[in-house]
């Protein structure tokens, strides 16, 4: 006679398989973000560079015609704003820095340049030494932290971001901290119900995704104020 197996049973192995197939397409989401990427960069990125280096000898043979300069340098205007539109998307879809330069760089400059565009006082604390971590770990990484300055910028009505990261034996931490209106007073102030969902849904894959790591991500009121969002993921064993 078999012996019935307990619903709680069934539910974490609902929740277990339900990780795992999250964790599996988010990692083919990451690798097709990633062709794409490279596909604008090899593909539109050549033929864009060639056609400016193009139309720049073009203008040098053109005869002396106020209309005729004009409309080459409307063209070439335009045709720069493609090459830095391409560029953007690029970066949007896969930030190569990650894979180049390594997690350290990557996650100090996003900082930089998010408190450059937004005129945000933006500082990080990184481990003098590349982080010791999977890959994987510092794809998660990347991502949380930029949908973490996102929903700032949205929603918090920041003046300052501290982002703090510790690599240790056993884990990598990341903390997200800023003096903005808190969670209660951004959850009731959203522009709209869509833009709520987009912080929910955004902070709840980022928390899959951890999870998926074994990890966590929790969010949390700042202790002078603010909000504060902590990421932990543990380091595999060594083999």
């Not at 899959?208 to 990421?231: F, K, Q």
Request: hydrophobic share 40%; with cysteine.
């Amino acid at each position: 006679m078999s012996v019935p197996v307990p619903p709680e049973h069934h539910e974490a192995q609902r929740s277990a398989d339900l990780s795992e197939l999250l964790g599996h397409v988010h990692t083919c989401w990451d690798n097709e973000r990633r062709s794409l990427s490279r596909q604008l960069h090899d593909s539109l990125g050549s033929s864009l560079t060639a056609l400016t280096m193009h139309l720049g000898l073009l203008m040098q043979k053109l005869p002396d015609d106020q209309a005729l300069q004009d409309r080459a340098g409307h063209m070439k205007k335009l045709l720069n704003q493609i090459v830095e539109t391409n560029r953007q998307m690029q970066i949007k879809l896969w930030n190569d820095k990650l894979e180049f330069l390594g997690v350290r760089v990557a996650l100090g400059e996003l900082v930089e340049q998010f408190g450059q565009q937004h005129n945000i006082t933006a500082r990080s604390s990184l481990p003098d030494d590349e982080l010791d971590c999977p890959r994987s770990h510092g794809i998660v990484l990347l991502h949380t932290l930029e949908e973490a300055l996102r929903n700032i910028v949205a929603h918090a009505g920041a003046t300052e971001v501290d982002v703090i990261v510790d690599d240790n034996e056993d884990e990598v931490m990341m903390t997200v901290k800023d003096n903005g209106v808190g969670l209660a007073a951004a959850a009731t102030t959203a522009a709209a119900p869509a833009g709520a969902d987009q912080v929910k849904f955004g902070l709840r894959m980022a928390r899959e995704r951890a999870a998926y790591l074994g990890g966590t991500l929790t969010l949390a009121p700042g202790h002078a104020g603010g909000a504060m969002l902590t990421m932990i993921l543990p380091k595999p064993p060594s083999t």
